[in-house]
């Protein structure tokens, strides 16, 4: 999954700062990245988070008064983080269009198979299963945003998922993103299929699913 944040970070890098710089300075900001780069920037993302500075300046964050986060300083500079951040991206958006035309989740298509490839192959789970569904809280520009007055998060995305009920372990998901345009990714969305596609990779195993309605 990393392999594909870099090379599809690298050919935006590429197209629009490919050697652009005029300083050593800016050499050490604005260039290609790597493997570590994106680990390092995924860390710095997760610790932001523990640390709640969702509302914190990125220089307040990187202070060297004894006020910023001491770590972040060692790990990556603000600038740095600020153009990995404005770079990060998880396909081509130039065949992006194309790739629409069979599958509203092009955009992030591949790692998101990836993802749900991962959960499959690294956990082994219980005897009982849970199915149901959730909303991640989005109000970015996308065609298949859920409304859910009952929510606390009234905009998202709906995702319905198996989990290990036991230890709450994701072992699979799938977006709902309406009906899709003809081609591959063409499914049937009811209750019934979405249920039968999620426990595929368990069916015949004696394991207890539950769902509600």
Same mark, same amino acid.
């Given at each position: 999954?990393?392999?594909?944040?870099?090379?599809?970070?690298?050919?935006? &890098?590429?197209?629009?700062?490919?050697?652009?710089?005029?300083?050593?300075?800016?050499?050490? !900001?604005?260039? #290609?990245? !790597?493997?570590?780069?994106?680990?390092?920037?995924?860390?710095? =993302?997760?610790?932001?988070?523990?640390?709640?500075?969702?509302?914190?300046?990125?220089? @307040?964050?990187?202070?060297?008064?004894?006020?910023?986060?001491?770590?972040?300083?060692?790990?990556? $500079?603000?600038?740095?983080?600020?153009?990995? &951040?404005?770079? %990060?991206?998880?396909? /081509?958006?130039?065949?992006? *269009? /194309?790739?629409?035309?069979? /599958?509203?989740?092009?955009?992030?298509?591949?790692?998101?198979?990836?993802?749900?490839? #991962?959960?499959?192959?690294?956990?082994?789970? @219980?005897?009982?299963?849970?199915? /149901?569904?959730?909303?991640?809280?989005?109000?970015? !520009?996308?065609?298949?945003? +859920?409304?859910?007055? #009952?929510?606390?998060?009234?905009?998202? =995305?709906?995702?319905?998922?198996? %989990?290990? *009920? =036991?230890?709450?372990?994701?072992? @699979?998901?799938?977006?709902?993103?309406?009906? +899709?345009?003809? @081609?591959?990714? +063409? %499914?049937?969305?009811?209750?019934?299929?979405? %249920?039968?596609?999620?426990?595929?990779?368990?069916? $015949?195993?004696?394991?207890?699913?539950?769902?509600?309605?």
């Amino acid at each position: 999954m990393v392999d594909i944040i870099v090379r599809f970070t690298n050919l935006y &890098i590429e197209r629009n700062f490919g050697g652009s710089t005029d300083s050593k300075k800016d050499k050490r !900001n604005v260039g #290609n990245t !790597n493997r570590e780069e994106i680990m390092a920037l995924i860390c710095i =993302l997760f610790l932001l988070g523990v640390k709640k500075c969702s509302k914190l300046n990125l220089a @307040g964050a990187w202070s060297e008064d004894g006020t910023g986060i001491e770590i972040l300083q060692g790990v990556m $500079g603000v600038n740095k983080f600020k153009f990995l &951040i404005s770079c %990060v991206r998880f396909d /081509d958006k130039i065949t992006r *269009s /194309d790739r629409r035309k069979t /599958d509203k989740l092009a955009p992030i298509r591949e790692l998101y198979d990836s993802f749900v490839a #991962n959960c499959q192959t690294s956990y082994s789970p @219980g005897e009982h299963l849970t199915i /149901d569904e959730k909303s991640e809280p989005f109000r970015g !520009n996308c065609s298949f945003i +859920q409304y859910i007055p #009952n929510n606390p998060t009234k905009y998202g =995305l709906k995702i319905f998922a198996i %989990v290990d *009920s =036991l230890t709450f372990y994701t072992l @699979g998901l799938e977006v709902y993103y309406g009906a +899709q345009p003809p @081609g591959p990714y +063409q %499914v049937p969305n009811s209750s019934h299929d979405i %249920v039968h596609r999620l426990i595929s990779k368990w069916k $015949g195993s004696h394991r207890n699913v539950t769902t509600n309605n």
